[in-house]
């Protein structure tokens, strides 16, 4: 029987898409097409997501229970004890031609499209040019942790990570050494357990993002680089403790780091921060640097995290700290960051902890003054953005008004006092602000403010619904017959109060940012997309490592398909133009005298 005419497709990875052809038919005569040839889905292989609403009330309790569960049954569900049975060796890049390397960070990219891909466009290019000076693309590139928003599965990696990281890197480059990518995973990388994570990064000895080829086989690692530089890079598992397998594993890594070498570390949180507040959250990374680190008599140079979504730089006698958080997440504001930190902190109870230094903030970005002026926009972007929120209040407030109204009608003063609906929704007001400011435990110093800040938040809105009572009893809908004033609060009392109760929480954000409470959903709630940063790192022959933080000030939002690029080129490009400059000036870090541990 002949098969003639017979379609079959061809088996294709995951840089081309499936053609068909005949039985029979080689491929060696024609190249068929495979760059798309618009932004439709089923040409580029992913849907571009929006920016994530941080406040909508769905994700807010899916990610709120997701996080409680990984907080509570964290160690049930910890794959790290599971990795010891893969591969423990560490991957050596230290050889180069010219003897020198560059590479590229980038953390928290996995959020909405144009942000992702505009960073992801960047980092594919062969170069870029700042100042003047040509930066080439990295050889290796270090992704420093939650690449994927909110919660990590298989489909969120695709659309907000995979799918924009092959686009912007659909091949490697012909005649290149083809580039590689190192994952660590952050807290949303970690709400299920690893196991996206691993099957993404970690799986195939093949594996590979468009270009970027995957090494690693567990999700931490330890790399050699060239003139005595190494990367550790560590999975702290919410900052909690490391697991004894991951310390066997940098054990046996760190056989082979020497007096004379300098190491780079990767942390999944800028715990030296964070310690300010809470002091025992560097301890798992102090921990980590006296008993692998320490005993090699090696220098660790630069501590790098991401996590906060801004980029901070504090420098102390030998040693940098590093955030860069801008890789596509909304943006975080900087002016809450301390001018000093003691690190590790002396509050701390750990008894053999190293020796306290102090650093001094040196760079930000955004700079303080953008960041407050940032902030204002709360007003304007958190209802643009957070519809279902606003929804959310408009419901709350108008069943507190209904019950209230209807208390103030009670002639009996015992019954207008304790009328149970409202009393209910007074203590669900309350109860919810409170929580929403997330007051810490009673021994912490700072616990008070949190629950006056969120008390007071409360009362705003109970007054605000009292002042909504009133105004309601002044209109003639109240007296008609059940359920025509029902109907008429929800279709037209709703809307105009959940427009004013969405400011009331825009006002509280933003009060409350100035005491250090909720500054993080000051930021969240309002989604902004710009300013962007991320690191090109460059090892030089004589062992200098030059630090090139980048920032972008605005993202693009417009992309045309380029269906006639060559196979390596980005799939779409930004229809206005899309540049890097630095943030600060180049950080030159040369050798220093051994340190004291």
């Avoid at 990295?138 to 990696?157: I, N």
């Avoid at 964070?274 to 921990?287: I, L, Q, R, S, T």
């Avoid at 008070?448 to 007054?463: D, E, K, M, N, V």
């Amino acid at each position: 029987m002949s098969h003639l005419g017979t379609s079959v497709p061809f088996v294709t990875d995951d840089q081309t898409k499936p053609v068909i052809a005949p039985v029979g038919y080689s491929g060696a005569e024609h190249t068929m097409p495979t760059r798309p040839t618009s932004l439709d889905p089923q040409e580029l292989g992913f849907t571009r997501k929006q920016p994530i609403g941080w406040l909508a009330p769905l994700l807010l309790l899916s990610t709120g229970l997701r996080a409680l569960l990984a907080i509570l049954f964290g160690a049930y569900m910890d794959k790290r004890e599971l990795q010891n049975a893969l591969d423990d060796d560490y991957f050596d890049h230290s050889r180069t031609a010219d003897g020198e390397l560059w590479l590229d960070y980038v953390a928290d990219l996995g959020d909405g499209f144009d942000a992702t891909y505009s960073i992801a466009w960047l980092l594919a290019q062969p170069s870029l040019t700042v100042d003047g000076a040509a930066l080439p693309r990295g050889r290796l590139l270090l992704m420093g942790g939650d690449q994927v928003y909110p919660l990590a599965s298989g489909d969120g990696y695709e659309s907000r990570m995979k799918g924009p990281y092959r686009a912007a890197l659909p091949e490697a480059p012909a005649g290149e050494p083809r580039p590689t990518l190192f994952a660590l995973p952050g807290n949303h990388d970690w709400y299920d357990g690893l196991t996206a994570f691993l099957r993404l990064f970690a799986r195939r000895k093949d594996g590979h993002i468009g270009g970027w080829r995957t090494e690693q086989r567990r999700s931490y690692f330890a790399v050699k680089l060239p003139q005595n530089w190494w990367l550790f890079a560590v999975d702290e598992q919410f900052g909690a403790y490391i697991d004894d397998p991951q310390l066997l594993y940098f054990e046996k890594a760190a056989r082979e780091v020497g007096p004379d070498d300098r190491i780079i570390l990767m942390t999944p949180s800028p715990t030296w921060v964070k310690a300010k507040d809470d002091p025992e959250v560097y301890d798992a990374v102090d921990y980590f640097i006296r008993t692998i680190l320490a005993p090699t008599q090696a220098q660790v140079r630069v501590l790098v995290s991401g996590d906060l979504h801004h980029y901070a730089r504090y420098t102390g006698e030998d040693r940098e700290l590093i955030t860069c958080g801008g890789g596509g997440a909304y943006l975080l504001g900087t002016q809450n960051l301390p001018d000093t930190l003691t690190v590790p902190p002396k509050e701390t109870l750990t008894r053999s902890r190293s020796l306290s230094r102090k650093y001094q903030l040196a760079a930000r970005f955004p700079d303080a003054a953008a960041s407050r002026k940032l902030g204002w926009g709360v007003f304007h972007r958190v209802p643009r953005r957070n519809a279902g929120f606003a929804t959310m209040l408009g419901i709350i407030h108008t069943l507190t008004m209904l019950p209230m109204s209807s208390a103030v009608r009670q002639a009996d003063n015992i019954k207008r006092l304790f009328s149970i609906p409202l009393l209910l929704m007074v203590a669900l007001i309350l109860i919810g602000t409170v929580l929403f400011a997330k007051p810490p435990g009673a021994a912490s110093a700072k616990h008070a403010r949190h629950w006056i800040i969120g008390l007071s938040h409360g009362i705003a809105h109970i007054a605000l619904a009292a002042a909504g009572a009133w105004v309601w009893l002044h209109l003639p809908f109240h007296d008609w017959q059940w359920p025509g004033s029902f109907v008429v609060a929800a279709v037209l009392y709703g809307p105009v109060i959940a427009a004013l109760a969405t400011q009331v929480v825009a006002l509280y954000l933003l009060v409350a940012a100035a005491f250090d409470v909720n500054h993080n959903e000051l930021y969240a709630g309002q989604g902004i997309e710009d300013a962007k940063s991320f690191l090109r790192m460059h090892i030089a022959a004589d062992g200098t490592l030059t630090i090139h933080p980048l920032g972008v000030d605005r993202i693009c939002h417009q992309w045309s398909a380029d269906p006639d690029g060559e196979a390596h080129a980005p799939w779409l490009r930004p229809e206005k133009p899309l540049a890097a400059h630095r943030i600060e000036p180049p950080i030159t870090l040369v050798d220093r005298p051994p340190q004291t541990w």
